[in-house]
């Protein structure tokens, strides 16, 4: 395949073409910078999108799909991402098992296609020598944990402990608990079943994130009653109430008990979730809920989780992933230091990463 190697230009053109200084440029490029949701693993699914190829643009300007590639996702200085495989609710138990498979089996030939540029990281110690090699770092997630409803055995069924992180619901209820979507209104309990119940001791047992994206507030409750204390809770791509209600977002209480176990709150760009009436059309309108999460939590709660490719409409200045500079820029301008930037871009997600997996030894 030959794949060309991604040459970043020099940070004065770059910041001059963005629109930003060469200090967010510089920032980007010298972080740890991780998107804790990205569904870059759609495209390639529906439609044959090659996110090895280099694409001008999302789909549809920057609505939807096409927002990543492995060459703008180096434009912006991602070094690694939750890569989502997402369930399809349509399907019986058994094809759901089946097609998470297959789903797996291409997501690991696509890394494999990539000729070193991506490469599988399921722990901090695998992270670290990813990007020792200077490869983007490919963290395997689950969007749906029902898709391993007829798994021998659950997620211990996953080979090699590819697995991170998984939601338990998505969009849609399942046999685990109930969505936060307006589909909530089809169950009258709202939280999570004995077998949701059951899969968050599943998943801690495995050291699996537990991810509170896209749960009811009361399915959040259950989770917390019965996760492990000892292990990071995270919320990878949300909102928060604080700074725009809505049923997709996060409430005050449950932001801070995420943060009370060492988790981070990844902060999603998409528009309808975040923009507050009267608030900003840019992309500072991400900073703004964290900020809010800061506020409620600590500084160390912040993390950034675009949901790019997630069938979402971005801030019109964050069409892509070659846009994270300008996100930084955001950050500078309302004041932020370095290390409460850097903190946001990767580390503090490290920081949990590692209380949960320092190395990819079996599951106690």
């Known amino acids: 395949m030959n794949l060309p190697v991604p040459l970043m ?185 004995d077998h949701g119940r059951a899969v968050v001791a599943e998943l801690n047992r495995q050291r699996i994130f537990v991810d509170l994206a896209h749960i009811h507030p009361a399915g959040v409750d259950d989770a917390l009653a019965v996760h492990d204390r000892n292990q990071p809770l995270i919320a990878t791509h949300t909102g928060v109430d604080g700074v725009n209600p809505h049923w997709r977002n996060l409430s005050d209480a449950h932001v801070r008990a995420i943060a009370e176990t060492g988790g981070v709150i990844g902060i999603i760009f998409a528009v309808n979730f975040l923009k507050r009436r009267g608030g900003p059309a840019s992309g500072a309108m991400v900073v703004e809920h964290m900020e809010h999460v800061a506020r409620v939590a600590g500084w160390q709660a912040v993390a950034v989780g675009s949901d790019y490719d997630g069938a979402i409409v971005p801030p019109p200045d964050l069409p892509g992933g070659e846009s994270y500079p300008r996100l930084v820029q955001h950050m500078l301008d309302r004041g932020w230091s370095d290390e409460q930037i850097v903190g946001a871009l990767g580390e503090n997600f490290l920081q949990a990463f590692g209380r949960l997996r320092p190395s990819a030894g079996r599951a106690g």
Not at 113 to 119: Q, T, Y
């Open 9 to 193: 230009p020099p940070v004065g053109a770059v910041a001059a073409a963005l629109g930003v200084s060469a200090h967010a440029v510089d920032l980007c490029r010298h972080s740890e910078l991780i998107d804790l949701h990205i569904d870059t693993f759609i495209p390639p699914r529906l439609w044959g999108y090659d996110p090895l190829s280099r694409h001008r643009a999302a789909l549809f300007g920057r609505a939807f799909f096409g927002h990543l590639d492995l060459y703008r996702m180096a434009d912006g200085g991602l070094k690694g991402a939750m890569w989502s495989i997402t369930t399809n609710p349509s399907r019986g138990a058994a094809s759901r098992w089946a097609v998470f498979q297959k789903n797996l089996a291409r997501l690991q030939d696509l890394v494999q296609r990539s000729e070193g540029h991506l490469a599988i990281a399921r722990d901090l110690a695998e992270y670290r020598a990813v990007r020792a090699r200077g490869a983007h770092a490919v963290m395997i997630s689950v969007q749906g944990a029902n898709a391993l409803d007829a798994a021998p055995g659950g997620f211990a069924a996953v080979p090699d402990r590819l697995v991170v992180r998984a939601t338990l619901v998505h969009l849609t209820n399942s046999a685990l608990g109930t969505t936060n979507s307006p589909l909530s209104v089809l169950r009258s309990r709202k939280g999570l079943t």
